[in-house]
């Protein structure tokens, strides 16, 4: 079982940048492919991008290409999500997540993640 903690939110103007972390502990992180998704105020989860075990593949969704990066380090045991040229419409709580897989280049687009982090709130105004 792996405990996932998200840090790096918070409130950005227009443009600007911000970089989530999720810090993974209580198993091997390197066996977990990773994930992040979103939730907009009134709207459903949403997923933002995800990475496979061995970081070898990523893979986003449409909106964001090109301005978010997902990365992990599996030394550190994190996942990150650097955030660039943020806008008002990517406003919402930030979800890690973390799936155990055997395949070292899957990644997984759908909220099929047995666990999650708390959230952090990243708020972008115009």
């Known amino acids: 079982q792996v405990q996932l903690v998200g840090s790096g939110g918070g409130l950005v103007q227009a443009g600007g940048s911000l970089r989530l972390s999720c810090a993974a502990s209580?198993?091997?992180?390197?066996?977990?492919?990773m994930g992040w998704f979103r939730r907009a105020p009134g709207k459903e989860r949403e997923f933002v991008a995800a990475i496979s075990r061995s970081a070898g593949n990523t893979y986003y969704t449409d909106s964001v290409k090109g301005r978010f990066a997902i990365s992990r380090d599996n030394v550190k045991n994190t996942v990150f999500l650097q955030m660039n040229d943020l806008q008002p419409e990517d406003t919402a709580v930030y979800y890690c997540?973390?799936?155990?897989?055997?395949?070292?280049?899957?990644?997984?687009?759908?909220?099929?993640?047995?666990?999650w982090g708390q959230g952090t709130q990243v708020t972008v105004s115009s």
């Open positions: 209580g198993s091997i992180f390197s066996n977990y492919a």
């Open positions: 997540a973390a799936e155990r897989t055997p395949f070292p280049f899957m990644v997984i687009r759908t909220p099929d993640y047995d666990y």
